[in-house]
């Protein structure tokens, strides 16, 4: 592309991918974790109709649920509504939601670790693809991007293994640690599904991808190393040919970001745990999201006026995605994200940069 032609095109693009792709733009796009779920009553009326899955499943649901956030609040980035769960099943996994993920036969022996099927591309969600470019033409008239995600190889591997939410995941770091080898067998077949599925979703229209590692901050550095770090790496960079920002999420992670950034990836979601300008020099020029406590939205407006200007004011002197430091509660009330979106689009990031 030349330069001229490539200018305009940087200069029309939607804020959301100009910043992940490392401009310090003059407001920061602003999308929310979960931001589709029980906290908004449209989700609850056709939660009331269907299963979880059945939601996942159908192309039709998905798009419903997905732009529903976008109608209400007019956010910078949909994000396509799915599971890190979803392509598990075609290996061979039974899952239940209640609402958390449950599965019925956890994985704790080699035997079912060799028994799990690695499907094809296509194979793995054809429903999400459909999703996919449904949502794309009903986006298009905003220009309002749409992302795509997966669960991390070690984050996907802790639910398998556990089978269930669980506070501390004994079972699993046990099993790590009694059966090493056993581990990384199955995260090198996690790996393979996870690149497949989510080049599938690009090729579909996802136009970022988003890998949550939600688990990762179980671990200590050495652990993450062996354990995270090259799966991570390795379904990032088969990535790289599709050209669409990377956006790696790790939680209660403060203590890994200098190895995460070693990562192949544009931009990295980060909790609540440190101020974002802290976080900064470490991921250099690359794109920062987050990171404003979800509890936050629970309080009173005043406090989130206050509490979001802080995170702006720290995201300064560098791109910046506005977001929670992680998934949204289901007792937020509505009005209150409408008002957070509020405070991120009036905070004009030059102007600021520049009384300070
Ligand atoms: O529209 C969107 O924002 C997409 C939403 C989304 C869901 N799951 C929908 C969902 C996303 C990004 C995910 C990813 C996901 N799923 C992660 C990574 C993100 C994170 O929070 O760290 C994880 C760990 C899971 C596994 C999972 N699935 C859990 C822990 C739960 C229970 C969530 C809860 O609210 O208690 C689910 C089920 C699930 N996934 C729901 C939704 C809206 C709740 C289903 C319901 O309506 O009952």
């Not at 792709?21 to 602003?30: C, D, K, L, W």
């Not at 990384?184 to 599938?200: D, F, G, N, W």
Request: charged share 20%; proline share 7%.
């Amino acid at each position: 592309m030349n330069a001229i032609l490539e200018a305009q095109t940087t200069a029309t693009a939607p804020l959301f991918l100009r910043a992940l792709n490392g401009e310090n733009t003059r407001t920061a796009p602003i999308w929310i974790m979960r931001q589709a779920g029980r906290y908004l009553p449209e989700y609850m009326a056709l939660k009331a109709r269907s299963s979880f899955w059945e939601m996942v499943r159908s192309p039709e649901l998905t798009a419903e649920v997905t732009l529903q956030p976008i109608r209400r609040f007019g956010l910078d980035a949909a994000i396509v509504f799915s599971d890190i769960m979803t392509p598990l099943p075609p290996m061979g996994v039974k899952i239940e939601f209640n609402p958390g993920p449950i599965i019925e036969n956890p994985i704790r022996t080699k035997t079912q670790i060799d028994a799990l099927r690695i499907p094809e591309e296509g194979e793995i969600a054809p429903f999400l693809e459909q999703a996919i470019s449904l949502i794309r033409s009903e986006l298009s008239s905003s220009d309002t991007p749409l992302i795509g995600f997966g669960g991390a190889p070690l984050t996907l591997a802790t639910y398998l293994i556990q089978g269930s939410n669980s506070k501390d995941y004994e079972e699993f770091r046990a099993f790590l640690r009694l059966e090493p080898a056993a581990t990384h067998a199955l995260l090198e077949k996690l790996t393979e599904v996870s690149i497949r599925y989510l080049r599938a979703q690009v090729k579909a229209g996802a136009q970022a991808i988003q890998l949550f590692d939600s688990w990762a901050g179980l671990h200590d550095e050495l652990t993450y190393r062996e354990f995270a770090l090259p799966y991570n790496r390795k379904v990032l960079a088969a990535l790289e040919d599709l050209n669409v920002p990377r956006i790696y999420l790790a939680i209660g992670c403060s203590h890994l970001y200098p190895v995460i950034a070693q990562l192949p990836a544009e931009a990295f979601s980060v909790d609540w745990r440190l101020p974002l300008n802290t976080i900064r020099p470490i991921f250099g020029t690359r794109t920062l999201q987050g990171n404003l406590d979800p509890s936050v939205l629970l309080a009173s407006k005043d406090t989130i006026t206050l509490e979001a200007t802080r995170v702006l004011k720290s995201g300064l002197g560098g791109a910046h995605v506005f977001n929670l430091g992680h998934g949204i509660s289901r007792f937020t009330n509505p009005d209150h994200v409408a008002h957070l979106v509020e405070v991120v689009r009036d905070f004009d990031r030059h102007e600021i940069q520049n009384l300070m």
